[in-house]
C-alpha cells in the first residue's frame, strides 16, 4: 500500500511539472478570476469572441510607457468597438511592486483612463504562472474558438520611452487585424519585454 502511495504521489508531482505550456494553436487554458468589480470572470465564459490577455503593473516603467501616452487605452477602446474582450491581469504579489487592494486597482485603472472589460486580480499568481506570463507588459491573444493565436510583446521596440510607440509595429493590433480578417498571424510568438512579474 506504502508503494502505491509513494506511486501515485510521484505521478502528481510529475503531472504538475510537466503541465502544458501555453502552444499557438491550442486551447487557451482556461481560468477564474475575480475582477475589481467583484465579479468572476471565467475565460471560457467569453468563448466565441476575441480576447486579449494583458499582463499588468502600473508602476512599471514599460507599463508606464503605454499608459502615460494613452496608447493602451487607445487600443482598449478601439478593440472594444470591435466586440473584443479585453482582460487586464495584475499578478505582483502581496508586498511586491505592483500589487493592488480590489479597490485601489480599481481607482488607478480609472485614474488612467483604462477601458478593459474587466481588471483581474491574480494575486497567488496561479493564472501567471499558467501562461508563463514573464513581463509586464505580457499579452495574449485568444479567438473566437477559444485558441491562443499570439502571445509575446505589445509592441516591436523595446523600450520605456513612449516616443518609440510611433512607428513600432503593434503585434496585439496586428494579430486582431489579420485574424478578423481570416488571416494567419504572421507574428504569432515573439519574446516579451518590460518589467519582470512580481511573483
Known amino acids: 500500500m506504502k508503494k502505491i502511495l509513494a506511486l501515485l504521489t510521484t505521478l502528481v508531482a510529475l503531472a504538475a511539472l510537466t503541465k502544458a505550456a501555453p502552444v499557438i494553436g491550442q486551447p487557451a ?10 465579479q468572476e470572470h471565467k475565460l471560457s465564459d467569453y468563448k466565441g469572441k476575441f480576447i486579449v490577455l494583458e499582463w499588468t503593473n502600473y508602476d512599471c516603467p514599460f507599463v508606464h510607457k503605454h499608459y502615460d501616452s494613452g496608447n493602451m487605452q487607445k487600443l482598449q477602446k478601439e478593440y472594444a468597438a470591435k466586440d473584443v474582450v479585453w482582460l487586464s491581469i495584475i499578478s505582483s504579489a502581496p508586498g511586491k511592486q505592483g500589487h493592488l487592494t480590489p479597490e485601489q486597482a480599481k481607482q488607478t485603472a480609472e485614474e488612467k483612463g483604462a477601458a478593459p472589460t474587466a481588471v483581474l486580480l491574480d494575486g497567488d499568481g496561479t493564472v501567471g504562472h499558467l501562461y508563463e506570463a514573464k513581463t509586464t507588459p505580457h499579452m495574449y491573444v485568444v479567438n473566437p474558438e477559444g485558441q491562443l493565436i499570439y502571445m509575446g510583446a505589445i509592441d516591436s521596440v523595446k523600450s520605456p520611452d513612449p516616443a518609440t510607440i510611433e512607428g513600432a509595429t503593434n503585434y496585439v493590433a496586428q494579430a486582431l487585424e489579420e485574424a478578423m480578417a481570416g488571416k494567419s498571424v504572421s507574428t504569432p510568438d515573439i519574446h516579451s519585454y518590460g518589467c519582470s512579474i512580481k511573483y
Open 29 to 38: 487554458p482556461d481560468f477564474t478570476l475575480t475582477g475589481t468589480d467583484g
